[in-house]
Structures are given as structure tokens and as C-alpha cells.
């Protein structure tokens, strides 16, 4: 699980401009702001390999990172920000359709309106390379509509994801119980709503929390 070297290969704008389909590829999708960039910097030990901000809308691009000269990490735009919902997908093409039945989303409703770029659900849509989506969830915050849509909409494609929650070093930091309430409150919205939930993992970039688990869990998916 260990990672020894990691090097930036490629912004992308299109899926079809992405690294050709050669590697394993894990990537991050979750609010602006949630801490995506941020916990790749974790993972791989290394402060700026991505690019983070205190801004929502930092990532704009298509980011794969080369791990170990074996597998990608994917970094990708936020959804949630005005930039990310002038591009509406109104239909979505179900085009996976095999595999990962297990982690299909039980009840779905309209995900139509998920309102982040055509570009990276293009993405989502092309790459059977992918292994799994990191889903980000900001553990501090009480649990969001657009999460829960977004989750709906990779379920309904039959994307395999797993649930990272994010900076739960928060939770700890004055907000004390009702942090745990909003965690609580999320992981009971999954189990009330796959047959069998996807694995969810606790992490925070700024104390390594979840780092070793969630290296752990990615390798067991790609199988070495
Ligand atoms: P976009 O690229 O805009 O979609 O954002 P992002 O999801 O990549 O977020 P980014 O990693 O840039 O982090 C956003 C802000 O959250 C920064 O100010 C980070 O320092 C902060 N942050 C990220 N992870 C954590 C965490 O685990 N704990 C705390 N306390 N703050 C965090
Ligand atoms: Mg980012």
C-alpha cells in the first residue's frame, strides 16, 4: 500500500484528452472546498503535488497523478459552485449497466439535476479503468442534498464508490457533538439506502487520520 513516488501527468478538459486507459485509476469527486486536493497531498505525503485553496473552484481541470508508476489518482473540479452548474447534463446516458450490482442505489430518484460539468461526467461515463470513486463528504457539516444527489447519480450508473469523510479533525474542534450528529446522520442515510452500503472511511488531512486505512482499501481494490 505504500506510496513511493508520485508525479503530476496531465490536465485534462475532456475525458477523451485523459491519460489513454493503461492504469488502475482511483478518483476524487466531492464538494468545492470539500478537501480533495488536499487529501491526495495527504496520501502521498507531499504538501503542493496538488493544488489546494481556502477558495471553492481551485480545481478546474482533469488532474491524473502517477502513483508508484502504477495507478491514478484522479483530481477533479468540485461541484457545488457556480462555474460547475452552467452545463447541464438533463439526460443521463446509462451506459455501464454491468457489474457492481451490489452497490446499486436503491432508491433512485431523478438524479438528472445533478448540476456539475458535462465534462466530468464524461469522465465517469468513458473510463473502465476506473476502480472506484472517492465520494468526499465534509464530516462537519450537516449531511447536503447535492452529496446525496451525486451519490444517487453514480449508483444509478453503477460507478463503485467509497464514502470519505472528510476533515474530522473538525469535529473534535468546538463543534464537538454536533459533528458526530451530522456523521451519524449520513452513514444512516447509507444504509437506509443500498442493499449493501458502500465502505466508508473517517480521514482528515490535517492529522492523517484515515491515511493508512484508506491506502489500505485502495490497494485491496486494485489487487496488489
Ligand atoms: P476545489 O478544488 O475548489 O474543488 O476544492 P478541494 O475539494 O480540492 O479542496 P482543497 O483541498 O483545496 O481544500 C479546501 C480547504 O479546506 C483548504 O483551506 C484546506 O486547507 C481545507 N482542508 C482540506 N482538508 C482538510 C481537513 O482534513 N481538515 C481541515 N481542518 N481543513 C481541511
Ligand atoms: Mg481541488
Given at each position: 500500500a505504500k506510496i513511493k513516488e508520485v508525479e503530476f501527468v496531465k490536465s485534462s478538459a475532456r475525458a477523451k484528452d485523459c491519460p489513454k486507459h493503461d492504469?488502475?485509476?482511483?478518483?476524487?469527486?466531492?464538494?468545492s472546498n470539500v478537501g480533495k486536493s488536499?487529501?491526495?497531498?495527504?496520501?502521498?505525503?507531499?504538501?503542493?503535488v496538488a493544488l489546494t485553496s481556502k477558495k471553492p473552484g481551485k480545481t478546474k481541470l482533469i488532474n491524473h497523478f502517477l502513483v508508484n508508476k502504477s495507478w491514478y489518482f484522479v483530481d477533479l473540479p468540485g461541484y457545488g459552485t457556480l462555474a460547475n452548474q452552467l452545463s447541464v447534463v438533463s439526460q443521463v446516458p446509462d451506459?455501464?449497466?454491468?457489474?457492481?450490482?451490489d452497490l446499486r442505489f436503491a432508491k433512485a430518484p431523478d438524479a438528472a439535476r445533478m448540476d456539475w460539468s458535462a465534462f466530468t461526467k464524461g469522465f465517469f461515463l468513458s473510463r473502465d479503468t476506473l476502480v472506484t470513486v472517492l465520494l468526499l463528504v465534509d464530516a462537519s457539516v450537516?449531511?447536503?442534498?447535492?452529496?446525496l444527489d451525486c451519490a444517487n447519480w453514480l449508483g444509478r450508473n453503477n460507478i463503485p464508490m467509497t464514502f470519505v469523510f472528510t476533515k474530522c479533525d473538525k469535529m473534535r474542534a468546538g463543534k464537538g457533538k454536533r459533528a458526530d450528529?451530522?456523521?451519524?446522520d449520513f452513514q444512516q442515510f447509507i444504509k437506509?439506502?443500498?442493499r449493501v452500503p458502500p465502505p466508508w472511511i473517517m480521514t482528515s488531512s490535517v492529522t492523517g487520520l484515515?491515511?493508512?486505512e484508506l491506502l489500505l482499501h485502495m490497494s485491496q481494490l486494485r489487487n496488489y
Open positions: 492504469r488502475p485509476e482511483f478518483a476524487i469527486l466531492g464538494r488536499s487529501l491526495i497531498n495527504s496520501l502521498v505525503r507531499k504538501k503542493d451506459c455501464r449497466g454491468q457489474g457492481f450490482g450537516p449531511p447536503q442534498k447535492i452529496d450528529e451530522n456523521l451519524r437506509d439506502n443500498y484515515g491515511r493508512d
